[in-house]
Every structure is written in C-alpha cells, then in structure tokens.
Nanobody, 115 residues
Framework: QVQLVESGGGLVPPGGSLRLSCAAS????????MGWYRQAPGKQRDLVAS???????NYADSVKGRFTISRDNAKNTVSLQMNSLKPEDTAVYFC?????????WGQGTHVTVSS
C-alpha cells in the first residue's frame, strides 16, 4: 500500500513563490517515477512535472523555467519549487507515483495565485 501526503499549498500573490512537498510511504518507492499534476476548476488534471528514479525531469511547457521538481530517495519525498507564480497556476496540485501495480495519488493541496 502506498500513501502520498502533500503539503505546502496556500495563497500567494502573482510573482510569488511556493514550495510543495509530498511524503510517500511504502516499499521500494525510489525505483519509480514521481510527479506533480494539477487540476483547475472545470478542467482536466494535467501533468506539471515528473522525475524519474535517476533524476531525469520533464516539465509542462507552461511551467518551464519557473518550476523545479526534485526528490530525495532516502526520505521518499518529492518537492516542487514554484517561482514567478501566475494566476493561471491556480489549481489543486496532486502528487503521483507510478508503480508496477498501479498509480497512486495524494489528496491534493490547493494553490491560489491572486492579489
């Protein structure tokens, strides 16, 4: 059983920064790709960034140069540093891990970018 718990969301003005963290519990999690997705009201859930067990990263075009994903395999955590935030970044952000038996999701953390 894998459990993911996100933290770090909140309200931030445009141009501000937030750091999201996700703590994962389970076995052998360092083997798997982890990622952050987001879902704005009335929209589908989209990939924001992902990172492989070896540290290779992938970003949505809309966040390249502003967001940075990282992971600590020893602690089973993945983080998302978000800089230069825009109102269109407002969404619920979900942590995800893809394992051999399926994908797991956290409960989500709200990010609101507004003045």
């Amino acid at each position: 059983q894998v459990q993911l718990v996100e933290s770090g969301g909140g309200l931030v003005p445009p141009g501000g920064s937030l750091r999201l963290s996700c703590a994962a519990s389970g076995k052998f999690l360092s083997m798997y790709r982890m990622g952050w997705y987001r879902q704005a009201p009335g929209k589908q859930r989209d990939l924001v960034a992902s990172i492989t067990s070896g540290g290779s990263t992938n970003y949505a075009d809309s966040v390249k140069g502003r967001f940075t994903i990282s992971r600590d395999n020893a602690k089973n955590t993945v983080s998302l540093q978000m800089n230069s935030l825009k109102p269109e970044d407002t969404a619920v952000y979900f942590c995800n891990i893809g394992t051999l038996v399926g994908a797991y999701w956290g409960q989500g953390t709200h990010v609101t970018v507004s003045s």
